[in-house]
């Protein structure tokens, strides 16, 4: 239920109220969990006091309209004092909900007493006129709320990257982002960038030796934007919104941003050398960057060792590893211009990860641990809790990824309380009755019984042949090659009984809603 509905961390800029989030995108599935019981229960989370509602209303569409009236119902009740909390709404994404009570009002006529309720909430004449709030994107709420301030999940900003086409988000105040130019590693001169980027790497060194082709499978190229983007804005962040292929890329993208690179081509001197003396020499020259840098790189090559090791799960060897860090650690772009460099980069990685073994116990006491950058906020470490696991592999599709999400916190939510489920169906369904028998049953039998003519002269009537003739081989015909048809999308048969029936079901929940409403 904290996906769902849950209180932010920060107090709105006017009236100083609390600000709690509700996000509709984790709403469970009304095929698994009992509306009639689920809505009760979530009203039992409202809060007592006066506060400031910012509901995402993108998930709103994949349930019926009904459960939205029937909440509705319960909210405005006499006799409880939601409505009175309540002191403003501030609606992102466009929803059926706002456009349904809106056309009920202007299109329906319906009793004066659900009238002066409603009005409340969306007359703009009345002293309420700034009750309702509705935001088109992420970008416009920022001009009201902090929203860096705000957990907001990956379904919400997938949704929003949808509308916008973009996954930047334009801030109506301007904002600074933690990795620039003179960004560097150290936490007393970066402390929150170090801070998020210890905190991505200590998820890769837990889970990354678990991972079948680490660092080689690249994540889904919007959510990793997506990732990095909250890391450049120092945002709150659900993390196991994320599974590991995304974060090891966003963790190879942030090596690649930060100037300068942990390894310098440069600093390899030719002709190149695989014995350990001269691996050393050429790592101490790396090192000189700094304490901070040689901290970051010397952890690094602890990790590709780490996957190299667990070869049976990750599918490493010291080549591939080399080749998946080269541009991260170097910042040299693979082309056929620059093969050369590339060649001595990988080579020269490999040299390290094969003779790590001698090399990290003359560093491991120096440069193993280093501080963390410091946490203005102890929020900052919600935002990396790893109390449910990283999803190690991401699906085929965006709406089986989110689908995913949303099982999982549906499976939470039953456990808590078993009593929301749905009553299973039978796997089984009755059989008819047989079909009585109208015609007589058919038999293999003849129904005469006939002699069979006399055989004993069939090689007088047909002699067997004298000559025989036989067929020069042919050769075989080449079989035509079959295109492949491209296949149709499978569509459902029009069928007047379905279709009598889906307008049936729509026009009972409309007078239900409508009955709904005019109790209220």
């Not at 009553?423 to 089984?428: A, H």
Request: glycine content about 2%; some cysteine; charged content about 25%.
């Amino acid at each position: 239920m904290e996906r769902i509905f849950f209180k932010s961390d920060i107090e709105d800029a006017y009236s100083g109220l609390p600000i709690y989030v509700f996000d509709t995108s984790y709403l469970p599935s009304p095929d698994v969990i009992d509306y009639d019981l689920f809505i009760p229960t979530l009203m039992n989370t409202l809060p007592s006091e006066k506060y400031i509602l910012v509901m995402f209303s993108c998930g709103l569409n994949k349930i019926s309209w009904i459960h939205g009236v029937k909440f509705l119902r319960s909210f405005l009740s006499p006799e409880t004092s939601n409505f009175d909390n309540l002191h403003k709404i501030i609606a992102v994404h466009e929803s059926w909900f706002v456009k349904s009570i809106a056309s009920i009002l202007t299109n329906i006529s319906i009793s004066k007493k659900t009238l002066t309720r409603l009005h409340k909430l969306f007359d703009p004449s009345s002293r309420h006129s700034d009750t309702l709030i509705s935001c088109g994107s992420l970008a416009e709420l920022s001009g009201y709320v902090d929203i860096t301030r705000l957990k907001i999940s990956l379904n919400i900003y997938k949704h929003d990257a949808q509308t916008t086409n973009s996954t930047k988000i334009s801030f109506n105040c301007p904002t600074m982002s933690l990795i620039t130019e003179k960004t560097t590693y150290s936490p007393h001169s970066d402390p929150l960038f170090t801070y998020h980027f210890n905190q991505i790497f200590r998820i890769i060194d837990t889970y990354g030796p678990k991972a079948q082709d680490i660092f080689m499978k690249p994540g889904n190229r919007q959510n990793t934007e997506i990732l990095f983007q909250c890391i450049l804005r120092n945002q709150f962040i659900w993390i196991n919104d994320w599974d590991l292929h995304c974060i090891a890329s966003t963790f190879k993208k942030i090596l690649s941003t930060v100037t300068p690179p942990l390894i310098d081509i440069d600093d390899i001197t030719l002709p190149m050398k695989d014995d350990l003396d001269y691996t050393l020499m050429v790592l101490n020259k790396n090192f000189a960057l700094g304490t901070a840098a040689a901290s970051v790189l010397f952890r690094v090559i602890d990790l590709c060792s780490k996957i190299v090791d667990h070869t049976d799960a990750t599918r490493h060897q010291p080549l591939s590893i080399s080749k998946c860090m080269c541009h991260a650690l170097t910042h040299e772009l693979k082309s056929s211009q620059n093969t050369h460099r590339t060649s001595i980069a990988v080579r020269y990685i490999k040299n390290l990860i094969l003779h790590w073994g001698k090399i990290r116990p003359l560093f491991y006491g120096r440069l193993s641990d280093t501080a963390e950058g410091c946490k203005e906020n102890e929020k900052y470490d919600e935002s990396y809790d790893l109390s449910h696991d990283i999803t190690m592999e991401e699906a085929n599709t965006s709406g089986e990824e989110e689908n995913q999400r949303v099982q999982v916190n549906t499976k939470t939510i039953l456990d808590n309380n078993t009593a929301l489920a749905l009553p299973s169906e039978p796997n089984e369904k009755s059989t008819p009755p047989p079909r009585p028998a109208t015609r007589r049953a058919y038999t293999k039998e003849p129904s005469k019984k006939e002699k069979l003519q006399d055989v004993s002269n069939i090689k007088a009537q047909w002699p067997p042949q004298k000559y025989k003739f036989k067929r020069d081989n042919l050769p075989p015909k080449e079989k035509p090659v079959e295109e492949e048809v491209p296949q149709l999308p499978v569509k459902r048969p029009v069928v007047r009984g379905r279709k009598v029936g889906e307008l049936t079901r729509l026009f009972e929940e409309r007078t239900q809603a409508m009955k709904l409403l005019g109790a209220i």
